[in-house]
């Protein structure tokens, strides 16, 4: 069942721990079906490094376990919550990177001071406030922390939330959101973390140079 989408979430998830962004079988990926409105989920407790796309598993957007031997993931309530509430994804990944979960250890947001920042997020990434993990009240809360332009949050305390139209896209928001996270943190330490003006941010968030910033994945990722 949905093989295509198992294949495409299971490879998600070994680049996510690839790209340093979660160890062994932290964070999560899942995918929802425009067709049937199942999604793909990774499993509980596996290492991405060693899973198939058969240890992914299908369920609905009422958390009911559809296809699959494995558990699916603690946080498939959030996950669920989500793709049900938010026709618009298609996507989630979540990460407990170093540096944004730095940030969200802090309940900090992370500010939009970079152009890559800027260019992908628009605004601060905001720090939702802390809540168990795998409850169902993880889905609602952290929901109404995205807002109209957020395709990332910070879960306090925790990690990183992403969502998107596709995996490529909250893929590469972790990658980026980690990036900046990790100059930001450094810049504070000199002292002086200098805010770009605000028709700036919206000037880059609209207008990305291509030539400058991975102008095609700019394009992929607003399409
Ligand atoms: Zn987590």
């Not at 969200?104 to 947001?109: D, E, P, T, Y």
């Not at 920042?117 to 929901?143: H, K, Q, W």
């Not at 807002?147 to 992403?162: P, Q, T, W």
């Amino acid at each position: 069942m949905l093989n295509n989408l198992r294949e495409e979430v299971r490879s998600t998830a070994l680049a996510m721990l690839e790209a340093g962004l979660v160890v062994g079988s932290q964070g999560n990926v899942s995918a929802k079906d425009p067709a049937t409105g199942l999604i793909a989920i990774t499993p509980t407790n596996m290492s991405y490094d060693s899973i198939t796309k058969d240890d992914i598993v299908i369920v609905d957007v009422d958390q009911r376990l559809i296809w699959g031997e494995r558990k699916p993931s603690c946080e498939t309530p959030m996950h669920s919550y989500i793709h049900k509430h938010r026709k618009d994804v298609y996507a989630i990944l979540h990460t407990h990177s170093h540096y944004a979960t730095i940030f969200a250890i802090a309940n900090r947001g992370i500010p939009p001071a970079t152009i890559n920042l800027a260019a992908y997020f628009g605004g601060e990434v905001r720090c939702a406030p802390y809540v168990r993990t795998g409850s169902d009240t993880m889905g609602p809360i952290n929901l109404s922390y995205f807002g109209e332009k957020g395709e990332a949050i910070l879960l306090g305390n925790h990690g990183a939330l992403f969502i998107g139209s596709n995996l490529h896209k909250v893929l590469k928001l972790a990658i980026t959101l980690e990036e900046g996270a990790n100059q930001i943190y450094h810049a504070a330490l000199l002292g002086n973390v200098v805010p770009l003006p605000p028709d700036e941010i919206q000037w880059l968030f609209n207008n990305l140079p291509g030539s400058e910033i991975e102008g095609q994945e700019k394009e992929m990722l607003k399409g």
